[in-house]
């Protein structure tokens, strides 16, 4: 009997620190994780995030590298390349928000930068400008609550180190 005390007492306790220890606040409960689609070029940042409230939150997804560049290439109809370098477009980076309204105190979503096409074009009838290439740098993931997460650099392209 005085082990099942003993026992009891010590669940009591253990159940008490617990619940004191838990999440007090907004946390991520899965990500962010980054993941860049060489395709489109887009930079996409997936998470969920609780203990939220009711209060809309806004994400902020940026590169805020100046090392941060895109890279186009025109191409004829037939999909040949014209003589002549590629457009390269270079910035002091990219950045996007988006505000969401929790659902039970929690958000699950996914935020992508865009690539930026200011300044390329193609000179001459007929030709497509295509990106070959995407390089992000110094890219930071924030839910405006103050919880800023460094999210990896990504690139891909023929100016890729």
Known sequence: MKKLIILSCTMIALS??????????????????????????????????????????????????????????????????????PNSVSGSGDSTSTTITPHNGTVSATICLIPQQDGASCQGGGLVLRLIGADYDNVTFSDGLGNIVPIPDACFGPDCP
């Not at 606040?25 to 009711?54: I, M, Q, R, W």
């Not at 806004?58 to 590298?65: C, N, P, V």
């Open 16 to 85: 008490s620190f617990m619940a004191t220890t838990g999440w007090a606040g907004p946390h991520f409960v899965k990500g962010p994780t980054a993941s860049l689609d060489t395709n489109t070029g887009e930079y996409c940042v997936s998470f969920k995030e609780s203990g939220l409230g009711s209060g809309p939150v806004t994400y902020t997804i940026t590169a805020a590298g100046t090392g941060t560049t895109f890279t186009y290439q025109c191409f004829t109809k037939s999909n040949n390349t014209p003589q002549g370098s």
